[in-house]
């Protein structure tokens, strides 16, 4: 029997939505006939280390955001000489850096949004941009951080001042329209999901409460678009040099009909596998269940070492 440990939790902003994650992926793998250890992974790498002793014959990493799918806990990985799911090193780092992914993005000849990197500071005595805007963390996943400041918005300061997020930040022209996003597993791009938040944007409550949001898959686009959001998911994938799943969002701007403006705001090396996820949502669309998921995923492991 295959022995499969199960990296959960970390020690992210992203700790709840990993012990979701993991869980699901736990009770799939135990179903499918696989030998699961679930390891919840804290402050202590030790502690980690020493519960993939002895070593088992995959890990699935089942964390997100940093140490988890920066390529932090893939390097370990590697130096144990242990396979694991997903991404390797080089494309987790690349893909978490927003300025580095969208650099890679930009030399793909990938559609990205206007902005760049800026000094926090310098945001509490004026736009960099005419709003909207967006600022983001540079190393954050699941919109942990994310401001849109908007015409008569007078948080910038605010938001600047309370900055936690280090002493820079990525600033991008706000795309408006809609928000898609489409998952990628190996060569194969899967379908493009339009999401509707309930409430400002896609934030991380939307993405994971209840109710948050609702998924309309595929989504109700231009028929070129949803050929063009598939293209450039898979094209960013390879771009990065990911390995397994990923998942690509986009903003759509149809306000001015369609078939509109596609942009590419980011990849995600490690998605979500939680009962809200949209990676699991769309593989179930074209008729892949969740264990199945699990399965090729643990399949799909490699060694990088």
């Given amino acids: 029997m295959i022995r499969v440990a ?22 799939a793998l135990i179903a499918t006939g696989y030998d699961v250890t679930p390891i919840d992974v804290g402050p202590d790498l030790r502690t980690t280390i020493a519960a993939l002793t002895p070593k088992p014959d995959v890990v699935f990493n089942a964390l997100h955001g940093r140490f988890g799918e920066d390529g932090a806990i893939q390097g370990v990985l590697d130096w144990l000489n242990i396979p694991y799911t997903h991404s390797g090193i080089r494309a987790s780092a690349l893909a978490m850096d927003k300025a580095m992914a969208k650099a890679i993005f930009a030399s793909a000849g990938l559609p990205i949004a206007p902005g760049g990197i800026h000094d926090v500071k310098s945001l509490i005595d004026a736009d960099p ?51 898609l996003t489409v998952g990628v597993m190996g060569d194969r791009a899967l379908a493009v999901t339009e999401i509707i938040a309930s409430h400002k944007f896609y934030d991380y409550e939307a993405k994971y409460a209840d109710g948050g949001s609702r998924h309309v898959i595929p989504a109700d ?73 699990c399965r090729w995923m643990v399949e799909a492991a490699s060694c990088r070492a």
């Fill in 221 to 293: 686009i231009h028929p070129d678009v949803t050929a063009e959001a598939m293209r450039v998911a898979l094209a960013a994938h390879r771009a990065l040099g990911c390995a397994g799943a990923s998942r690509a969002d986009f903003r759509y701007d149809d306000t001015i009909g369609e078939p509109g403006r596609l942009v590419l705001l980011e990849v995600n090396t490690q998605p979500g596998l939680t009962p809200t996820s949209l990676l699991p949502e769309q593989a179930a669309h074209i008729g892949i269940e969740f264990p199945a998921l």
């Fill in 129 to 179: 941009y005419p709003v909207p805007y967006v600022i983001k963390p540079l190393n954050e996943g699941s919109s942990v951080g994310v401001e849109i400041i908007r015409d008569g918005d007078n948080r910038r300061a605010a938001v600047a001042s309370g900055w936690r997020f280090g002493t820079t930040a990525m600033v991008e022209e706000f795309i408006p329209g809609r928000e």
């Fill in 6 to 27: 199960v990296l959960y939790g970390g020690i992210s902003a992203e700790r709840e939505v990993s012990m979701s994650s993991g869980k699901q992926v736990i009770q």
